[in-house]
Every structure is written in C-alpha cells, then in structure tokens.
C-alpha cells in the first residue's frame, strides 16, 4: 500500500548545527506538505512543495522535492533551540481528491543550547 | 477567528465508559477529519467527513463512530472506550475550493489527550 517514510526518528544536535530530516514515499506524489509540531502542540503547516525538483526557502530552513517527485528532504541551517519539535512530511492519498494525507511517523529535533 | 477548536482538551476513562469529543471550525471548511497520535506512530486518520452529514472511514476506524449534522462540528465518539484508545486526537479541516493552486493545507486543533484506565 501507499507509505511515506521518513529518516531519521530521533535527531540530537547542539546549537549551531544543521540538521536534515528525509522523507521517501512509495509512489508518486502530487506535492509534499512539511508539518512542524512543537513539543505538546499540534501540527502547523509549513510549506507545501508541488514541482519536480522544485526547492523553497524559508529563513535557515530549505525544502526540497526530488526530480521523481517520491522523495523530499528539510534541512535546517545553524539549529536555535527555537527549532525543537517534531517535523513531518504528509503527501496526498493517490487517487484521492477527498484531502486525505499520508504522515510520515516524523523527525523528532532536541537541541541543545 | 478561533480556527480549529476542541473539547474536552484532557480526559480519563475508565474501560467501557463512552465519551464524545467535539471539534467545531469557525472557517467555513467542507473537510473535516479525525487522527490520533501515538508515540513513534505519526499521525494516523480514523475518520474523515467532505462535507456536512457524510462521513466515510480512515486507516483505523475500529472502536470509533463519527458525527457530522452541521457543516462547522464534527464529533468523535467512542462507545466503549478500550486501553488501547489511549492517545492524542487531533481534529483537521481542510477547505475543497482551491483558491491558489494546491491548497490541500490542513488545520490542526490543539488536540484532546485521553486516557483510559
């Protein structure tokens, strides 16, 4: 059936580091949707990648959306303790226009100062 | 403009008790789902509504019933309430007109943490 997995589960890093959370699925994906969720909060959206090797931006954060458009990546330049949390990548349920999205089991980022 | 809104936010339940937790959305969203969250398990759909008064099954409905009368609440029940329903719900809406290309976005609620006993 359809997955998405994502690498690594648990991620240590001391303030200053960088930091890259990969995420593969077994089929093709219309887009990607990357989630941020803070420890003892809900997930928030944060981006949404649609094109073939397409890379956005955001601040010390860089998404990326393979060329096959099955794999995509978060990294996280110079982690601040701001970034902990878990992040998630979601990708669309094929076939479906109802919404429905495929969690990857996330990344879960400490930092320490 | 409130969001995504749940109740009750903490639970406990002892084995066999029901309980119904409500999620209401003030943004006018056709979407609506319900997830729970374990440990080391991402998030995992149980139910999911495209709009008021249809419903249809997610990746792990078993022990669950679901409710949607009006297009802004959506309500999660459970009718006998086992140990292993023990975790995080998470309520989601999604709109269906896409205004911008790709706006599959969903909104999260801050979440309903039941324990049962």
């Known amino acids: 059936g359809q997955q998405v997995m994502q690498i690594p589960q648990y991620q240590h890093v001391q303030e200053g580091e960088d930091f890259t959370t990969y995420c593969n699925s077994s089929?093709?994906?219309?887009?990607i949707q990357w989630y941020k969720q803070r420890p003892g909060g809900h997930p928030v959206f944060l981006i949404q990648?649609?094109?073939?090797?397409e890379v956005k931006k955001q601040k010390r954060l860089t998404f990326q959306f393979g060329e096959a458009k099955k794999n995509s990546s978060l990294h996280i330049t110079a982690t601040q303790t701001t970034d902990v949390g878990t992040y998630f990548c979601a990708g669309p349920h094929r076939g479906s226009t109802l919404g429905r999205l495929y969690f990857g089991r996330g990344t879960q980022l400490t930092v320490w100062p | 403009n409130a969001g995504v809104t749940q109740t009750p936010k903490f639970r406990v339940l002892k084995t066999g008790q029901s309980m119904t937790l409500l999620c209401a959305q003030d943004m006018n969203h056709e979407y609506m789902y319900w997830y729970r969250q374990d440990p080391g398990m991402g998030l995992r759909l149980i139910h999911y509504?495209?709009?008021?008064?249809?419903?249809a099954k997610g990746e792990v409905p078993d022990g669950y019933n679901v409710s949607r009368l009006k297009k802004q609440n959506f309500l999660l029940g459970l009718e006998s309430a086992a140990p292993s329903q023990t975790s995080v719900y998470f309520c989601?809406?999604?709109?269906?007109?896409?205004?911008?290309?790709?706006?599959?976005?969903?909104?999260f609620g801050p979440g309903t943490r039941l324990t049962v006993l």
């Open positions: 089929t093709t994906l219309s887009n």
């Open positions: 990648l649609v094109k073939s090797g």
């Open positions: 509504s495209v709009g008021e008064g249809t419903t």
């Open positions: 989601a809406s999604r709109t269906r007109t896409a205004i911008l290309v790709y706006t599959d976005t969903q909104y």
